[in-house]
């Protein structure tokens, strides 16, 4: 542990340097701690941190600035998320109110808000398969005279569409019918659970329920998790060099990858994973600030940013808490 001078100093090295991207002298962290002691003694505690790992000079007669293990030190001294100025907590409003449309389309416009939020690229992923989610509601349109939409809609925002090839024709009527029939047995149940219902008492109408039930038994099997990006170009303009944007570039492309470093960051009890520390060289010089989300108090995704380890954690960590908690509510409203 540090004791409280160092903390300060510390904690003014890595404020500046995220601030500015330049070295910090011992000069400018006297102009901004409270610590009262002179630029000496500041310049040798200095010398300390950097002893113990926790700052680095890049180059001779040049400040410091903060290594993984000083940014680690930095967020888990914070006694929480930031807070958003009133600014961005209306652009969070007025984006929730307005927010309408299918899953993968807010979740895209989710990742857009979070981007723009923090100057990071955003990541949303969706809810897992539908193990737990249960049917919301279910709705048969007719296409052409042979051919039936269903839509499906579950608990956890995802919407569910098939395309029904009926063996002769059918109205409206026995579409509706067949809506209403499906309603009263399905809602509330899982996609696995769905069973035989009962006749309806209309023969056509019957067929209508079974092609549906066929459909949908034999349609959401092995269904993979999807990944969402947004400000991919903010992100990249974050770094120097060109060779650590094409590494980036090219992990974020292998969704897989992105979803088991954010699962295995939450699994591991954290909200931020800094450098080395999430375990792919590729992103060393990264930071992805994460949180899950709940729909309808059940498991519903992952939220988060990736950035620079020169990020803006206080920041980020507000928006992406704010951001998860209110999209979870938005699902859970359908």
Do not use: W
């Amino acid at each position: 542990m540090l004791d409280e001078r160092k903390t300060a100093i510390l904690r003014t090295v890595v404020e500046e340097y995220i601030e500015t991207a330049q070295p910090v002298g011992s000069s400018h962290v006297a102009c901004r701690t409270d610590v009262a002691v002179s630029s000496a003694t500041i310049r040798n505690e200095m010398s300390v941190l950097e002893r113990e790992g926790y700052l680095v000079q890049p180059h001779t007669s040049a400040g410091r600035i903060p290594t993984d293990k000083g940014y680690r030190f930095f967020v888990d001294q914070l006694a929480g998320p930031g807070t958003l100025e009133e600014p961005q907590r209306q652009l969070v409003r007025e984006f929730f109110d307005t927010a309408h449309g299918e899953l993968e389309q807010m979740l895209h416009d989710t990742t857009r808000l979070l981007s723009r939020l923090t100057d990071y690229a955003a990541v949303v992923v969706s809810p897992p398969p539908h193990e737990e989610a249960t049917i919301r509601s279910v709705q048969l349109v007719g296409l052409a005279p042979q051919v039936a939409l269903v839509v499906i809609v579950m608990s956890n925002g995802a919407i569910e569409k098939h395309t029904l090839e009926l063996a002769t024709g059918i109205d409206d009527a026995r579409l509706d019918a067949a809506t209403v029939h499906l309603m009263g047995r399905l809602r509330g149940c899982t996609l696995q659970s769905v069973a035989p219902v009962g006749p309806s008492g209309d023969a056509a109408t019957d067929a209508v329920v079974t092609a549906v039930l066929r459909s949908v038994a034999g349609g959401h099997e092995d269904e993979p998790e999807q990944v969402f990006f947004g400000g991919v170009s903010r992100m990249a303009s974050a770094f120097d060099a060109v060779d650590v944007v094409r590494q980036v570039l090219v992990t974020l492309e292998q969704q897989f990858v992105v979803v088991g470093l954010l699962r295995d960051v939450l699994d591991r009890g954290l909200s931020v994973a800094i450098g080395t520390e999430h375990g792919l060289e590729t992103l060393a010089h990264c930071a992805v600030v994460v949180a899950p989300y709940a729909v309808e108090g059940t498991s519903g995704g992952t939220i988060g940013v990736l950035g620079p380890t020169r990020m803006n954690y206080p920041q980020a960590l507000a928006a992406v808490a704010v951001v998860g908690q209110r999209l979870g509510r938005r699902l859970s409203e359908g």
